[in-house]
């Protein structure tokens, strides 16, 4: 009789719900990642002394396209990149320890990420692509640097809705009705960069 009352107490109102404990509460999932990073010093010196100020330049232009649902490939027109920040950084040994790291590691479906250091990515130069895809990094000196950007974009396309079938004597037939989607994408683009020598332009894909 007494539960047959809280519960009619409860269900009125009377008594809000939260405020009765349970015996036993299931605990939250937690966000299971996995996060990596490299297992070398970062010589801070020798990346400030590659940022440095020289007389070279590098041009480039951002861009992806878009991939083809049935093979998973890179198809089509460019999809340029506007007005996204290009990162540019010096690839010193512990870049490249992270690099290698990354290809042996990394696995966004599983949550698993590499990392630059906190102190590593300081050590950066950025640029913002104008509505063509392009963008320039100026007084750059004689080194081998890695540029990246995140390039966002929305692929729309048609499919064929099923809505029913009528039949006639024998006969039957479907009905379907053509319906748009939209799926919105986000591509890394990435490219290694060599400047050779002072004064020099060097043109970069970024893609």
């Given at each position: 009789m007494k539960n047959t009352l809280l519960t009619l107490m409860i269900a009125a109102g009377t008594i809000s719900p939260v405020a009765v404990a349970a015996q036993y509460?299931?605990?939250?999932?937690?966000?299971?990642q996995e996060i990596f990073y490299p297992q070398v010093s970062f010589d801070s010196?020798?990346?400030?002394?590659?940022?440095?100020?020289?007389?070279?330049?590098?041009?480039?232009?951002?861009?992806?396209k878009a991939k083809d649902k049935n093979w998973g490939l890179k198809m089509g027109k460019r999809i340029l990149a506007n007005q996204i920040r290009v990162v540019l950084l010096p690839v010193t040994?512990?870049?490249?320890a992270w690099y290698q790291l990354r290809k042996e590691k990394e696995n966004t479906r599983k949550r698993r990420y590499v990392y630059l250091s906190n102190e590593a990515y300081r050590y950066r130069l950025e640029a913002i692509t104008n509505s063509s895809g392009e963008f320039t990094f100026p007084e750059m000196k004689p080194g081998t640097y890695f540029l990246?950007?995140?390039?966002?974009?929305?692929?729309?396309?048609y499919y064929?809705?099923?809505?029913?079938?009528?039949?006639?004597?024998?006969?039957?037939?479907?009905?379907y009705e053509l319906k748009q989607y939209s799926v919105n994408h986000e591509d890394r683009i990435e490219a290694f960069v060599e400047v050779k020598e002072n004064g020099e332009i060097v043109n970069v894909k970024l893609h």
């Open positions: 509460k299931e605990p939250e999932k937690k966000d299971k010196l020798q990346a400030k002394k590659m940022l440095a100020r020289g007389s070279a330049t590098i041009k480039g232009v951002a861009f992806t040994p512990y870049f490249n990246q950007g995140f390039l966002p974009y929305t692929q729309n396309g064929h809705e099923y809505t029913g079938a009528a039949y006639n004597g024998y006969n039957r037939t479907n009905y």
